[in-house]
């Protein structure tokens, strides 16, 4: 039976997407990508998506008003009646009606068979429809992030600690480049124009496009026919900084979801592609990008192997030039992924630059003399960036970092660091590497 009042049902369904993430530590991407099929009004879908992004953007400022609001903390049993508070208080900050919103969410606790919490929910919902959220001092707290996170990004970005913490919570813009094989950028802005979306053309990346207002894939002309493919401009720009030529010999060390595999597959003639994704599940997306911008040949292959053990997988010919985008923190995509400030720990990082190290000990022994590798990550943290880099340039004498151009963000040692938001951007890093002959 469907539940009396009208919404219920999706209150019900983002407790239990929010358990899953911070009960169960599975990613919101995974937990949305079997959720939201299931919900046929595509209003539904975005009001459940926005509901939990929300409540993860906000967690510990929603947490710090329970803990004074609640008489006594929810035991761990109940789990699933705390996030749909969670997620009762992110409509609220959303600016859905108070009374169609706590309505449809104590509803939502007897769907959730959490009736004799439904008072509780009640209360508390309606007191934060009165009342604004208690405000702390603490900035982890009034930004919502872990004390660690916070702590680390004041030491690395002193002057710049206030705004990556705001831009992490701010939604991020969709970016998308044109597929050069299929449409140039200036067709597909006409296209978009014609069907009435709203995009913009910045003057970098060069084949990119940005919309600052959510649109379905499949509502965007073009899509279908493989014309172009979702794409931080953060991330374009690192194969813009490898700059692959039309004859070389490229390795993409860890190639998923496969973005800049197909940016690099789309300007090669005469050269080919290896592609290397460590986790079977992941190669999939991979294949799928390239078939549906039509850039699967003989050239570009697509294998499982660890890119840090080049025994299991490299023939012996050098490569030209080589990607390695890094298993990192992502702390600078917090914006696009908000489970990430609840996920990661801080004895994660030393992991972390450990692996990063071996990756670049591994690759550079299958780079060519005058060849380049491209080390990106997706952090803020200068432990896995400049840090990682100098380190790097200590232990291997045959190796200079090149100068990269300020579009690719501001000066961070031998690289170039983007914060998040810098340019409606991700955070990111690049450093440019030379094997000397």
Known sequence: MSPAVPGAAVRAQAARALEAVLEGRRSLKAVLAAALPTLADPRDRALLEAICFTALRHRRRYEHALAQWLQRPLPRKDARVHCLLLAGLAQLDMGLPAHAAVAATVEAARELGQEAHSGLVNAILRRAGREPLPASADAAIATSHPDWLVARLRADWPDAVDAILAANNEPAPLWLRANSRRASRTELVALFR?????????????????????????????????????????????VEALAPQPNERVLDACAAPGGKAAQI??????????????????????EETLERLGLKSPQVQVRLADASDPAGWWDGTPFDAILLDAPCSATGIVRRQPDIKWHRREADIAELVAQQARLLDALWKVLRPGGRLLYATCSVLRDENERQVDAFLARQLDACARQLDPKFGRAAGAGRQRLPGEDGMDGFFYALLEKRG
């Open 265 to 286: 597959a789309e300007v090669l003639i005469d050269g080919s592609l290896l592609a290397l994704d460590v986790a079977a599940s992941r190669l999939a997306p991979i």
């Open 194 to 238: 014609d069907a009435k979306v709203d995009c913009a053309a910045p003057p970098t990346p060069a084949r990119s496009l940005r919309l600052d207002k959510p649109v379905a894939l499949d509502d965007l002309p073009g899509w279908r026919a493989g014309k172009f493919t979702v794409q931080d401009g953060a991330a374009q720009l690192a």
